[in-house]
């Protein structure tokens, strides 16, 4: 029995980090290939957990559930494919902010904001160690009160 919950544990883990790389690929990139392709991995993730339960609890409605999760995944992605053809055809470009004829009449268009560059000072201040020999100066609170005991 340990050795099938150390099996359980090392399946969900491998589900979890599927699940998490699919949802940072999903929110960080803006083309529409890699976003659905990160959605698929967010899906095998949930798969990979379903069959480690089936597994555990000997029962083989974790791993139907999975067959499902496999079937819709490849409509998915072949409905997917030829959305993002015609998108591209139409806009020429993958880019989601591209698209914003796509949007609703009555809604604004996103404007992606630049980041501001940080304002040079000139010459950069590095941090300097204190000279070798000399000891550096030390609050006396931190010395005299102690925060943990």
């Not at 100066?137 to 005299?144: A, Y």
Request: net charge negative; hydrophobic share 50%.
């Amino acid at each position: 029995m340990e050795n099938e919950l150390a099996l359980l544990n090392n399946y969900l883990v491998v589900g979890a980090i599927l699940f998490g790389i699919g949802v940072i690929g999903f929110l960080s990139r803006r083309n529409m290939i890699v976003m659905f392709l990160a959605a698929e991995m967010m899906l095998q993730g949930i798969s990979v957990s379903l069959i480690a339960w089936s597994r555990y609890h000997n029962d083989f409605g974790g791993q139907m559930f999975v067959v499902f999760i496999i079937t819709v995944a490849a409509c998915e992605a072949a409905i997917a494919l030829a959305l993002i053809l015609m998108l591209f055809r139409a806009s020429g470009s993958l880019d989601i902010a591209v698209w914003h004829r796509l949007r609703e009449a009555n809604q604004p268009a996103f404007v992606d904001e630049q980041i501001p560059e940080p304002p040079s000072k000139g010459e950069t201040q590095w941090p300097r160690l204190t000279p070798a020999g000399v000891e550096p100066e030390r609050d006396r609170d931190d010395t005299d009160f102690r925060r943990n005991i």
